[in-house]
């Protein structure tokens, strides 16, 4: 289960505040130390947990506590609301053109969900009666097309496709006046995914940028490998600019490292989160809901 073990580790950090009369300072630096240790386990980074730690013993050391609350209680809200504060805080929203489409461009490693993401994206869009047009700009991996194009016929949408001989970026500026031509709602880009971060990667996806000017530039990211999965954020945050990231395998992902670090190092949203293979395993990532998994 997500974040499971976390959860659990936080709750023994918790049980420790049970039965005592007053927040005082030894009683705040007894549970923060057991937090960050738990922090530290999920794989959040470190840098994070210790202005975490430091803001939570701050506000926490000499607060009067609510009547209704036991000392206990009130360090798990302010944890609580710390880490809301940590992911983001508000739900992101989707950007959507003034005048459609509105451009995605999907960006990721290979393996980390990028595909499968299109799709459920499509599908979310979908539901919310927009015309979604799947674009498979990764013309270096054969069966990223057909595998785009599989999506495609599961879920009804149209998947434009110049086989795997057209640059991507042309294959991204044709599909736009495709979906202009057709009344499409929103273009999703899915480019190319590479083992590892390159220079001709970058190249390619800041020219796909160039030409198509997305509304959105959502990076994917397995979520189950933690601080890797914040390094890749930042390295292509620093190289593109995203306007938010999208953590995959969230059903996968006991610690909860990444989900915890993202915003804080890189300084941009997670806006979806996707629990599983499904299809309609993709959720607007919500920063309260998570914290109230997290402290279980
Ligand atoms: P890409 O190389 O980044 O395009 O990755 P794919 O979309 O092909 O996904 C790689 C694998 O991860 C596939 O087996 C997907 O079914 C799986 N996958 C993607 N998202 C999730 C998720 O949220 N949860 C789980 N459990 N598996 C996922």
Do not use: C, W
């Not at 950090?13 to 630096?29: H, M, P, Q, S, W």
């Not at 003034?98 to 451009?103: D, L």
């Not at 599961?154 to 991204?172: H, K, M, R, T, W």
């Not at 990076?219 to 601080?227: K, Y």
């Amino acid at each position: 289960m997500a974040f499971e073990s976390l959860a659990n580790r936080l709750q023994n950090a918790f049980d420790k505040l049970r039965g005592r009369g007053k927040i005082d300072e030894t009683v705040v630096n007894e549970a923060m130390r057991e937090v960050r240790l738990a922090l530290l386990e999920a794989d959040v980074n470190f840098k994070v947990v210790k202005d975490f730690v430091a803001r939570v013993k701050e506000r926490a050391v000499g607060q009067e506590v609510m009547k209704s609350l036991t000392p206990g209680q009130m360090v798990i809200k302010i944890v609580n609301e710390e880490l809301v504060a940590l992911m983001g805080g508000n739900v992101a929203q989707l950007t959507m053109a003034h005048r459609p489409p509105t451009v995605i461009m999907m960006a990721g490693l290979q393996g980390a969900g990028k595909t499968t993401t299109t799709g459920k994206l499509a599908k979310y869009l979908q539901k919310q009666n927009k015309k979604p047009l799947l674009v498979a700009a990764d013309i270096y991996r054969p069966a990223a097309i057909k595998q785009l194009q599989v999506l495609g016929e599961q879920l009804n949408v149209p998947v434009f496709s110049l086989g795997d001989q057209v640059s991507p970026v042309d294959i991204a500026r044709q599909a736009i006046e495709h979906a202009k031509t057709n009344h499409l709602d929103v273009v999703i880009l899915d480019t190319a995914g590479r083992l590892h971060i390159d220079e001709a990667l970058m190249d390619e996806l800041k020219q796909i940028r160039e030409v198509a000017k997305p509304d959105e530039i959502l990076l994917v990211v397995d979520s189950m490998t933690g601080q890797d999965a914040v390094n890749v954020a930042e390295s292509f945050n620093s190289q593109l600019e995203l306007t938010g990231v999208v953590l995959t395998k969230l059903d996968g992902d006991t610690r909860g490292g990444a989900a915890l670090s993202v915003k804080a190092v890189t300084g941009k949203p997670i806006k979806f989160a996707a629990m599983g293979e499904k299809l309609d395993a993709l959720e607007p990532f919500h920063p309260d809901r998570m914290a109230s998994r997290i402290l279980g």
